[in-house]
């Protein structure tokens, strides 16, 4: 199989982010000997992105919204360059239908789905309506939007407490509460609707029964333009600080093969409902029942999509590319075989002491591990300033290993030789270090609440 | 004041550590750095000094900076900049004096592109020579047709245009040179 | 599989040697629970290994005779320091029988085969009768030493010229001469036999035809106390400067899977002929009618072991120290599976231009690729001083792809994100990337001349 | 100069911490790493100034510092950055300008275990207070049975024995503290 010279119909992208997964994307358009362009707001100036990349455009100051976030910016530069093709990344414009729909208005080429099926499924409530439609698995709840206190009141107490209200529009955490008192119910809900107006614009939110103690699992999904579908395992990331993940890996431990499988095979037949085309995660929770319940898609590439491509061998930002160009997927599910085990943690400038809140400033030390069967993916370096501006991420380091008691004691290994310091800057290494260690995470028995329990552990001592 | 906004910031001394001295410091060093990269020649003597905070650096003579060793970062495109003060308490610093200080540029406040008239074919907004007020209309900025006007901020004379009509330009790019009206005063 | 609290016999391991193996072995211990400690030489005391180790010993000034050659030391340093297991890296004192046997004696655990298999094969002519018994081709030549000039030119004539001429004691590309013209014999035996006496202190040589165009082709194989052994695919090393290798792949590109297995099990059925423990390397010959013949055994880990580890995930180094303690082979040879391929660019403080002279000195920048499939093992940092003394080996390079095209286009994009440099340091990337590039190289048509015809090529422009 | 070689090692020189001067020199040293990593050309001269605290570099003519600074590393050999303040004493003394100026060190010629007399019980080679020769036997080392003798290179006084008898030794160690006595016929 030749990979250079293949009909790309494009020869540059831009690549509409930075940080870690921009130089990702940039490695990938190297390797397809495609041209990259980093973009970056002034703070970024001095990345590694902008360093690495074959061509770079200023785009605006600081804060995300006039420069990752501003779609004429980043249309501009994308012209400046001559890219012929954009590459989200994850957050900022990813998943933003407007952006998608202006890429195709302006001729350039959005590698994701189509704008249709970006609306189609960032909307919540449409989302769950058409995979209950193909049998997915939904938690008890509704599909329509609820405004009325009182109708939710009602559907509430048909579900059962503690139930969870979610903004139609959130995604990746945000927009939603749990309200477990039928009393407090008047207030939370009003309170989410509003939170879900400001950071959303829009204010419908939904209901559904509230698993606390659940497992998250998700199915990567890989769709070219001509219906073609394969799943590529699934990944558990049920060690989460706020509901956004801290360490995720594949297989996920102690589950059924069978129960993964079907939920592989509802995560294609979703994605052909949809008619999705690119990579997509599908996130489900599973009760302790062995139940899996579906929640929401993942229209982009994930943070922690590195998992999958370890186990697997797949490239999936190349994949991405080579379906955005119109080739059908190289791919067919038997093909697909799942090696060993690996996991990814975030390494994230953030204080768990203080209750993760982030601690941007000057790194003075950087030493990330290496060795066999470890991957770090990073966009620091010694005397990287980490800015206050955007996600506090700095560094996903990935193991494999045979079998997951090896990639725990690689991961702890691997941890165990990461240097980073700064004044002023706090990073999650030692608490990742604590979850490979911690009794629950390594027999598997853990749930979503395992950092909220470490964490009043922890203070309690 | 015409802050090239983006085109130097980066250095935004937090950090500091150790009070307000720490502080001080970066100040003067990120003041420093940015002087550094925006005087057209590499000098041979720097020094910055605000308060007691000091910061002096001097190379040999004949080994004059070039460019881009030490560190990556793309010597960002477009990168000019103000700076260096005389004996400012603090940070007044960001103004100039001497031949730097007299030229001040009117960057680009966006990605887009840069026309220098009003419409194809019309006379340009300024011509180099002209005097400009603050809020005078001197280019437009086009980014997805949306026409951004690009205005003088200061009294000043345009000493030159420095990008080309229907040129693409980058956030902070500077458009114009400027000659401050004050300056020529004094 | 338990990984902890596995029963080694054994808690703190030290290693004999520097540079990037001593960091393999190092985070092979860290990851069985073992402790480490490093020696050094006074130049090496602010090494990444010194500062990785859990323990650190002194051993003497930067000649490595005085140092990381020296039995005495070696063995002060393992008592001073409580080790009771000693990993010898390679080179230095790895396949040196004395210190095997020092070891033995003084009752530390030599991590390596049994001190009497090591002098049986590191005796190149013994090796070469005992492998001829039991049934695996040797290229035409003598099994004993031959010790006359006379008799020199008459085998030589009976096998045909070009001939070459071999220290017993020799190996790593050391003690050999070619003859092209029979006058030439009587100067270079000579010459030879003067060299293995200075390098070696022993004079013993022995001749074998000579392939000018022959692939090198090598066998890993691993074997326990018990009489069980394995052999983990094959790697070709056919680039090589001055018989010392650059690159290394594995698979062998274009060779028959049938006569690869053949050679696996040429090697298997050597090792067990030799009772040999531990990890070894059977390196071959192959000549353009695809006939294989044996050559000599490495009796350690080599340099270019990580393409193994990336196609069969099996730790090699991890292998090798659960051997030594007495554990049975866990991998059976149908277990052993080879996934796509990988290759390895050994970046050198070397300048090419200059017949890749060393070129020690600081280092100002080091930037290291990473990414997806991408390894970097490496001592080197900014600001570490390549010292004159050692080998001028300043890191490797790895990757892994599903196939050899997608795994060499990976490589370019690797070696282009490297970034190298300090006064008067020269490096082998460009020249590595060169090799990459190369139709020979890239359309697998290449052999071990394929360094001297880009040599000579660059120089003629 | 007898090198203490080896016994600094890895842990060597963290975070000063020596009371407010100590962090204010740290702020200053930081802020002079950093102004040297950004600067594009290496500099001859660097000097920092905040209060008394300061801290100056200097570069022979022609061999500027293209020396290892850039990045961290572990506490380079040699690149130790100077941490000089204008008379804070507690750092002072870590530079050591006058105790060890009179001091040398005997150090091990190899790892090996430390014995201070000929046989077990009988008397020491030397005591503190004993004047040496050079050539003098005053110590033996042993490594695998072989018995090496630790002679005096100096005329000096033994001023402390570093090692207790039957310890085991690395490379370089410093097993005697001696008062060379040129220095002190001065």
Redesign the interface.
């Known amino acids: 199989m030749s990979n250079r010279g293949d009909p790309f119909g494009f020869d540059t992208v831009l690549i509409a982010n930075r940080g870690e997964i921009a130089l990702r994307v940039i490695r990938a358009c190297r390797e397809l000997g495609l041209r990259s362009v980093a973009v970056y707001s002034t703070v970024d100036r001095d990345s590694l992105a902008v360093r690495l990349a074959d061509d770079r455009v200023a785009i605006g100051p600081a804060p995300a919204r006039n420069s990752y976030l501003s779609i004429p910016a980043i249309v501009e530069a994308a012209r400046h360059s001559g890219a012929q093709a954009i590459h989200p990344g994850y957050g900022f414009l990813s998943e933003d239908p407007d952006f998608a729909e202006v890429c195709e208005a302006e001729g350039l080429l959005f590698i994701g789905p189509p704008a249709k099926v970006l609306a189609r499924l960032g909307d919540k409530s449409t989302a769950r309506a058409l995979m209950s439609k193909v049998g997915l698995p939904l938690l008890p709840g509704t599909t329509e939007p609820v405004s009325d206190v009182t109708e939710a009141e009602r559907i509430a107490s048909e579900i059962g407490y503690p139930v969870i209200v979610k903004a139609v529009a959130g995604g990746g955490g945000r927009g939603m509460s749990v309200i477990t008192d039928p009393a407090d119910l008047q207030r939370i809900f009003q309170q989410t609707q509003a939170n879900a107006l400001a950071l959303f614009g829009d204010s419908r939110v939904y209901l559904e029964r509230y698993l606390p103690t659940a497992r998250h699992v998700e199915i990567q999904v890989l769709c070219d333009r001509y219906g073609n579908a394969v799943w590529l395992g699934a990944r558990d990331c049920s060690v989460q600080r706020r509901r956004q993940k801290l360490v995720e890996e594949t297989p996920p431990p102690g589950l059924n093969p069978a129960l993964i499988e079907r939920m592989g095979e509802d995560a294609v037949c979703g994605a052909l409902a949809a008619e999705y085309v690119g990579a997509a995660t599908f996130e489900f929770l599973v009760d302790d029942q062995g139940r899996h319940y579906f929640m929401e898609v993942n229209c982009r590439i994930q943070v922690e999509h590195p998992v999958t491509e370890m186990v697997t061998g797949v490239d999936l930002v190349a994949e991405q590319l080579r379906i955005a160009a119109g080739q059908p997927l190289s791919l067919r599910q038997p093909e697909i075989t799942l090696q060993g085990a690996a996991i990814e943690c975030r390494v994230n400038a953030e204080d768990p002491q203080r209750g993760f809140i982030p601690t941007p400033g000057r790194l003075t030390e950087y030493w990330p591990p290496a060795g066999p069967f470890v991957r770090v993916d990073s966009h620091a370096f010694p005397g990287y300033e980490i800015p206050a501006t955007y996600d506090p991420l700095l560094a996903k380091v990935v193991v494999w290993a045979p079998d997951r008691p090896r990639a725990i004691v690689r991961m702890r290994r691997a941890l165990s030789e990461f240097t980073v310091s700064g004044p002023g800057v706090a990073t999650t290494l030692d608490f990742l270090d604590a979850v490979m260690r911690d009794p629950r995470f390594v027999s598997a028995t853990h749930d979503t609440s395992l950092v909220d329990q470490m964490t009043s552990e922890r203070t309690a001592q | 004041m015409t802050e090239p906004?983006?085109?130097?910031?980066?250095?935004?001394g937090?950090?500091?550590?150790?009070g307000a001295?720490?502080e001080?410091?970066?100040v003067v060093?990120a003041s420093?750095?940015r002087l550094?990269s925006s005087v057209p020649l590499?000098p041979q003597v720097i020094r910055v000094r605000a308060g007691?905070?000091?910061?002096?650096?001097?190379?040999?003579v004949g080994?004059?900076?070039?460019?881009?060793?030490?560190?990556?970062?793309?010597v960002?495109?477009?990168?000019a900049s103000i700076a260096s003060g005389t004996q400012p308490p603090a940070l007044a610093a960001a103004e100039s004096t001497d031949t730097t200080e007299t030229t001040r540029y009117l960057t680009a406040s966006?990605?887009?592109?840069f026309y220098r008239a009003p419409e194809p074919g019309a006379k340009p907004f300024v011509e180099p020579g002209d005097l400009v007020v603050p809020g005078q209309q001197v280019a437009i900025l086009e980014?997805?047709k949306?026409m951004v006007p690009v205005e003088a901020d200061i009294h000043a004379r345009i000493v030159e245009v420095l990008v080309e009509n229907g040129q693409?330009?980058?956030?902070?790019?500077p458009l114009f040179a400027l000659a401050p009206l004050e300056a020529e005063g004094e």
């Open positions: 906004a983006g085109v130097v910031s980066t250095g935004g937090t950090t500091g550590g150790a001295v720490g001080l410091l970066d060093r420093t750095t550094l590499p007691d905070v000091a910061v002096e650096l001097e190379w040999p080994g004059t900076a070039d460019s881009g060793l030490t560190m990556p970062g793309p960002a495109p477009g990168s966006m990605v887009g592109v980014a997805m949306l693409s330009v980058e956030y902070g790019q």
